[in-house]
């Protein structure tokens, strides 16, 4: 059982930063990796960015160059850190931890969302 805790959402003008951050706790030791999505009113749920035990980082097209995700493994915190925010960036954004799980693979938990609001 993994318990994601999320924070640092907020309203910000466009062209402005925010920093998001999800704490895990929990059986952290077998998280295999952790990222975030974000859901816009009317819109589906979309992969923002996603970072493995190893580091290595994958970000949707929108946001590369933007946002920059990064994790650490002492106390299992990942952030991401949103630069030259957009209008079209508002959203409720969810941290996810997949967990290994044994013989059904992997399990994905998550967070309960924050808000980020990004004003034009």
């Known amino acids: 059982q993994v318990r994601l805790v999320e924070s640092g959402g907020g309203l910000v003008q466009a062209g402005g930063s925010l920093r998001l951050s999800c704490a895990a706790s929990g059986t952290t030791s077998l998280i295999a990796s952790m990222g975030w999505y974000r859901q816009a009113p009317g819109k589906q749920r979309e992969p923002v960015a996603h970072i493995t035990s190893g580091g290595s980082t994958n970000y949707a097209d929108s946001v590369k160059g933007r946002f920059t995700i990064s994790r650490d493994n002492h106390d299992f915190t990942i952030l991401l850190q949103m630069n030259s925010l957009k209008p079209e960036d508002t959203a409720v954004y969810s941290c996810?931890?997949?967990?290994?799980?044994?013989?059904?693979?992997?399990?994905?938990?998550w967070g309960q969302g924050t808000q980020v609001t990004v004003s034009s």
């Open positions: 996810y931890a997949d967990v290994n799980s044994g013989r059904i693979g992997t399990r994905r938990y």
